[in-house]
């Protein structure tokens, strides 16, 4: 069965900072990986995916993913975060046995302070 | 495009009251999704339908929770009789099946029971 770990239920970083979300996640087949964004107040949004291919993935507002699948992680990444970038950051990974239920992680509180 | 269009987007209610939840998809997708979302538990899944027909249910909390889709542009979600303990938010999402699982979220019904 399917499932996902976000290893840090709240991540603070100084604006301008670099930042990482983990994400670990079991399936014994082959996956498709999302990280979502949630802002106050608002349904989830997709920042970026993996289906297949090239394992750096690159998503809106600046944001990347790393596929590893020896470790099976799904990291995300940010070179500088903004003000702006705080939100709850949820990882989800399908697989084809699921059917098309997606399992999400508990979220990460990403903190941005100035 | 509307993107998922939920109703009401705040309902509060007394204790036994019958509760209604719409949600209404992106036109064009043929899965659709509700979830709960709330601070213990996180974001669960309660049930999801492909082509109008529920596949499971198996998050469903119990017999107070029933959902429908009679038509592709429409959905329901009732609790019937409601308690405290189902205050939260609940999402609709929906999605192009067999589009890699990528879901689209509503705005989200705030529902508290007092």
């Known amino acids: 069965a399917q499932s996902v770990t976000q290893l840090d239920s709240q991540v603070p970083v100084f604006e301008e900072a670099p930042v990482e979300l983990r994400c670990n996640y079991s399936?014994?087949?082959?996956?498709?990986l999302f990280w979502y964004v949630q802002y106050p107040n608002q349904g989830l949004q997709l920042l970026l995916k993996?289906?297949?291919?090239?394992?750096l993935v690159k998503g809106i507002n600046g944001f990347e993913a790393e596929f590893n699948k020896s470790q099976t992680s799904f990291h995300l990444r940010k070179p500088s975060v903004h003000i702006s970038d705080t939100a709850e950051y949820f990882c989800a990974v399908s697989d084809r046995t699921g059917g098309f239920k997606t399992i999400f992680g508990a979220g990460t509180r990403l903190f941005v302070k100035a | 495009d509307a993107g998922v269009i939920q109703s009401p987007r705040h309902e509060v209610t007394e204790m036994g009251q019958e509760v209604t939840l719409r949600c209404k998809p992106i036109?064009?997708?043929?899965?659709l999704f509700w979830y709960r979302q709330t601070m213990m538990r996180g974001l669960e899944l309660l049930i999801y339908f492909n082509n109008n027909v529920p596949i499971d249910d198996s998050g469903m909390p119990e017999d107070r929770f029933s959902a429908k889709m009679p038509n592709a542009s429409f959905s329901t979600l009732k609790i019937q009789p409601s308690e405290p303990r189902d205050s939260a938010v609940y999402f609709c999402a929906s999605s192009v099946q067999g589009a890699y699982y990528e879901q689209y979220f509503g705005p989200g019904t705030r529902l508290t029971v007092t």
């Open positions: 036109s064009g997708h043929n899965s």
């Open positions: 399936s014994s087949v082959s996956v498709y």
């Open positions: 993996y289906l297949s291919g090239s394992t």
